[in-house]
């Protein structure tokens, strides 16, 4: 049947060119950070948050969904400016005048929530929500105006026990979504910690605390020597542009280097280090005894140094934090699209953030939770080889052979669906051969063949399209192949579905 002639249903009409009175066409573009996803990107999403949020409800989170818009004044991070509140966000004004904005992240809408329905709510308030959050920032390679996070929460608990959940959850999450063990780490810091070694190190200005932290961000980059120069007077690059330093003194800044490098063997063997570093200030005091917790409740949830380190190099997002902070690190090789071995770097994060709620009570509510790109997730498995939806299939296709019989064409559609096989009627107008190739296109496991001779006979034709696939490769004689017609049978129709059922199990 492969070589039967083109059967075409009507021609495609003709495009009529453009008269000088037409209204102009728009161009046919995607805006600036926004993307389209096909079939292998946003199976591959769903693949990742069933997993991940399978894990989340086993762990006593419930799901939560807030609406796409906030109140400006509500997101916290970016609040309305005089004029426009669309510094960083996508605002609108309604019409009752309050400026609302698309959500800059999911974190800021569960405070919202929080405040609003505390006196209802189960303390602690566990929960996990995932979606699509808008930036209306510069777009770049990798970095997009709107993208899905996922997130899981604990408000209402100052227990560091609270952020050790979280991160052992986190790593179980990750290894769920097709993360082999091993192949990420949890890093954990503290900003208490950061605080009590900027008071023994007499770093009191704000502007200076800052300069500190830009500085041991870059130790992966610049490694101790770098830091070291950016922590004093400054640093010159390759480039010869200078980037001016934070200004410690020589003794200051080996007492940072100190810190940021104690992370080096297990966690107890860590905060050893740290406590000569930061012990014997009541801040730096405090965050070791809360990573102290966190490390005992970690291990006895069976998490080990292997899954989770307490690294005092992490400084990410220590404005915002107010005690534990972590993040988690791809440790898997990746390749760009020129198969050069890159660095992912960071695919999740959170910490401990017990200021949020305040902002809508004035009183202070615990909160700690983990958050992480789905759309970078898939990137790095993918980058990584390990592609959930690298085997995502297309639907059974059942070809129109006779547009005559069509009813029969979606009797056979309805039954495959009737028995959970996703299935459909070829409905173009192309001839035979164009609808074999657009079953191809469509990665459908099989197509289903039914002419004449079959229909006289209570018989079907299926290709296995998997098999075929599977066989192309070893072809040379493109006849013979045409006359083995390998992975295609002809078979009673009543057997039609537990064939099909065979393809797919078999794939």
Known sequence: MDDLPSLSLGSQAAKRAPMANDPPRPEARAPRGFVDRRARDVAAERAI????????????????????????????????????????????????????????????????????????????????????VWRN????????????????????????????????????????????????????????????????????????????????????????????????AGRLDESGAFTKGAGLSAAAAERVLAFTVAGVGGRSETLAKLADVVGGSAEGDEGLAELSAIDVALTALGVGPDRAIIDPAVVRGLEYYTGAVFEAELLLPTTDERGEIVRFGSIGGGGRYDDLVARFTGERVPATGFSFGVSRLASALRAAGKDLAAATRGPVVVIAFDQTRMADYFAIAGELRGAGISAEVYLGSSGMRAQMKYADRRSSPAAVIVGEDELAAGTVTIKDLDLGRALSGDVEDNAAWREQRPGQQTIPRAELTAAIRKILDAG
């Open 49 to 132: 948050l069933a997993a991940v949020t399978e894990v989340y409800e086993r762990w006593g989170f419930e799901p939560l969904d807030t609406g796409a818009f906030e109140y400006a004044d509500a997101l916290g991070k970016f609040l309305p400016d005089a004029d426009r509140p669309n510094e960083g966000v996508f605002a609108l004004q309604d019409d009752d005048e309050q400026w609302a904005a698309l959500r800059y992240d999911l974190t800021a809408p569960l405070a919202r929530f929080a405040a609003q329905n505390w006196e209802t709510l189960p303390k602690p308030f566990r929960r996990y929500a995932h979606g699509p």
């Open 137 to 232: 920032e510069k777009p770049g390679p990798g970095r997009y105006r709107e993208f899905v996070q996922c997130d899981a929460d604990t408000v209402g608990s100052a227990r560091p026990e609270a952020d050790a959940e979280i991160i052992a959850m986190a790593a179980e999450g990750l290894q769920a979504a097709g993360l082999p063990a091993g192949s990420a780490v949890l890093k954990i810091n503290s900003r208490k910690l950061l605080n009590g070694l900027m008071a023994a190190a007499g770093v009191e200005a704000e502007g200076q605390k800052l300069g500190v932290l830009r500085a041991v961000d870059k130790l992966d980059r610049l490694g101790p020597d770098g830091v070291r120069l950016l922590l004093g």
